[in-house]
């Protein structure tokens, strides 16, 4: 997750979408979505396919109109501003870089523009190809240089007119998984050591957990829950967050004890109940959704000991703990994901690391089992 | 599928012969002393004598000059306005009076050149008795005709590869500051002049080798080398002009195995710099 | 201000080619029709002008629908008209039925000769039509190539009439148009998944049935726009049939020119190649359809 968190704001928001809706005839691609960014950070729009995301970025850039809805980028209203004309620059998904040029003049291409002496537009293109550690192939055309270093390239293009904000689509899409690790980290660095604020679209969580200082999850055209990676993990606002990012085993039940600091709900689903120490707001009766994430499952040969902490008449066990057959083992290496299948037959996905380098007291499959979780684990939620 | 192979090769074999046997047999003729042309004088054949006999006969030369002077001007005019309308079509989107120039430019496509040669001389005539111009016609009211038919294909060679290009690469230089008109110049016509070369060469030879709609067209003094040709070979065949169709094959022979040539050996460069970049894999 | 002269530029780009077409592509059709309608007349021009004027005002209009009655009523115009589209739809048919097998071939062959194999197709189109089409005079007459070799070879006794003949026409069409049904066919077959006659293969179907169920309906598009491509300047054609072609029965091309040069009856002519563009605008129209949905299907 990139440092710059806490949303550090000067003040106005540099980036503000204010009620944007665009659509291409009957069909509604962004759905009224009011947004800001703060200067300086990675903002993320997480989506699939369809959701949005680019169509949002897009105007963004300026190649779409809204068809309803204003953006302000640092308190200017970008309407009826062409891309040409807007201090937003753009890292394309197929980078764009122009074949029949230079890595030189594709960088160089952009300050063209602006009334620099030769030696001045030189030493910029210079110094942004060092900072993308591309200085040693200014002469070479993009059709010669490997999918990481055309990465670079139309990074360092973007880059080098100090744009107030650059937009990044789909930046890690076309590179292979080791080459996407290392430079998740080098994006991170290039954007702390030139603070431009930075809007990256992506169907990839893991690129928008690893990049962003604050993320929008999209669906269907509209923002469903705006966060940091941990808020957006942790505390997802809607079944579709929750099950959108990682995994996540929903359990529907109802709500039988609703209090300040504390509330029940009977499961029928895998046949118990589930405790969760913090209060919601809803009416009792309520049908909800309890979201508890596989790794703060624990699987045990034997029932847990009643809970530590919890005081409350009529807690004890047979709470937060289902018992249930191993159906299904995937061994990951570093961890294993265990199916567990109720006696009400809903399946359990619990992961527990492999502490343990001896296999022989491993839980195996077919044997009974107890899954278990701590009472601040489950996330209820209501829609 | 292996007998279905079979015919359709044999189709190709038999049709590559017959496009090519009447080809031959011009060139082959060219050089037969005989004036029937097609009856081998093996006494005093092969020989050159309709080649020098082509040298120095000022009626085809001149004609083949006005030819060339007319199909390079029109070649040149229709690649202006064929690139021009085919932007249009394929970046404008939808537009008021789109589909008007669409039909414009595609029916002269199919359009027989009667009727084009026809419509353009009244145009003219008309044009003569309003405003005094053009004087019976010439090299100018040709030029301009020709250049009218071929812009119509130089639009769908044009337009066809635009539709293709990459519009993301149009996309990143706007967003670099550049206003249309720069992105056109620096950015897309570098990239399709492949395209607009072969739409030269094509308006070209159309112009090179086109005769109904000069012959309606022309005015007294303005014969083009097809008009020429056209009036001997209507009398039957004449061996002087099996010479200057040899002289032609070669000529385009030669260019087009030339522009071949020359496009594997960037190919195989192109290839060979995308595996070295591939390699280096940094 | 910028997005003034985005208009602006864009009105002048789209403004010179549609200006320029208009003033040489439509409004000489719009003359044809107009003259369609005149009397001829021993002047130059010769035909009588369309109104009447009187103190710069049209006081009587002289619609001449004569010329138009005349195509119906004489018999050599309904037997040119008809005479035309026919050896034009027979042209298109040998031609279909020759260059589908060899674009056909082509689609199949490997990618190295298929370069090849195209430029062999395309190298006589760059040619002259005229002295291609002047080839075959040398090889159908009755002391052409294709007579000599056969009676040297003992198969005839006597010079077959090949030339001016509705065969010569044939095969002059034929032989122009070649390249035009070729490559639209070749562009539509090139694009087809070999997979899919792999899988009619598994499940049962012998080659006949595989070609004639999976292949030949997706190349549908391609054979329409070929079609066209060939049967629509087939109709008008003026050149083959002058060299090659009968002298008692004239297709509509010939017509016209010596209706106008010969006859100098501009009037009439005019309503000739009216009457012809009215047989084709069918056609016509169909073949832009096409054109515009294979523009589109290339995005």
Redesign the interface.
Known sequence: MSKQTNGQSKGAPYVRIENVTRKFGDFVAVNDVSLEVQRGEIFCLLGGSGSGKTTLLRMLAGFETPTSGRIYIDGQDMSGIAPYDRPVNMMFQSYALFPHMTVEKNVAFGLEQERLTRDEVRRRVGEILDIVKMGQFLARKPHQLSGGQRQRVALARALVKRPKLLLLDEPLAALDRKLREHTQFELINIQEQLGVTFIVVTHDQEEAMTLSSRMGVMNQGQIVQVGTPTDIYEFPATRFVADFIGSVNMFEGKLVEDEPDYVRIRCEDFGGTVYVNHGISSAPGATVWVAVRPEKINIARHPPAPPAGVHQPGAGQGENVVRGTVKEIAYMGDMSIYLVQTESGKTVRVTMPNVARHTEDRITWDETVYVSWHAESPVVLTR | ?????L??????V???V??????L??VV?SFNNSR????WDSAHSPTLRWYQALISNEQILGAAWLSIKIAMIAASGAVV??T??G??LAR?GA?R?RA????????????????TG???L??F??LE?TIGWPKGGGAVTIT??H??FC?AYV??VV??RL??F?E??E???????????KVFF??TL??IVPALVSGW?LAF?LS??D??IS??VAGPGSSTL?MV??SK??L??SPD??A??TI??MV??A??TAS?VWMRFQARR?ER??Q???A??? | MPRFSAQFGRRVVLGIPTTWLIVLFLIPFIIVFKISFSEVRLAMPPYAPLFEWADGKPVAVRLNLSNYSFLFTDALYVSSYLYSLKVAAVSTLFCLLLGYPMAYAIARSQPTTRNLLLMLIVLPFWTSFLLRVYAWIGLLKSNGVINNVLMAMGIIHEPLTMLQTDFAVYIGIVYSYLPFMILPLYSNLEKHDATLLEAAADLGARPVTAFLRVTLPQSVPGIIAGSLLVFIPAVGEYVIPSLLGRTDQLMIGRVLSDEFFANRDWPVASAVAIFMLGLLVIPIMLFQHFEKRTLEAHK
Not at chain 2, 7 to 12: D, I
Not at chain 2, 18 to 23: D, G
């Open positions: 599928m292996k007998s279905h192979g015919f359709s090769r044999v189709a190709l038999f049709g590559l017959f496009l090519y046997v009447p080809i047999s011009m003729f029937l042309v097609t009856v306005l064929g021009l309308s932007v249009a404008f537009f009076g008007l120039l669409a039909g414009m430019t595609t029916a002269p496509l199919v359009m027989p050149e009667v009727i026809l419509s353009l009244l145009l005539v008309a008795q301009l005709a250049i009218t812009m639009t769908v337009q066809s539709v293709g990459d993301s690469l996309e990143a230089a706007m967003d670099l500051g550049a206003r249309p008109v620096r950015i570098p990239l060469l030879t090179w080798d005769l109904v012959q309606f097809p040709i056209f070979v209507r039957g065949v002009v099996n200057l169709a032609m094959v385009v022979a260019g087009i071949s192109r710099d995308m070295l970049a591939a280096a894999n940094l």
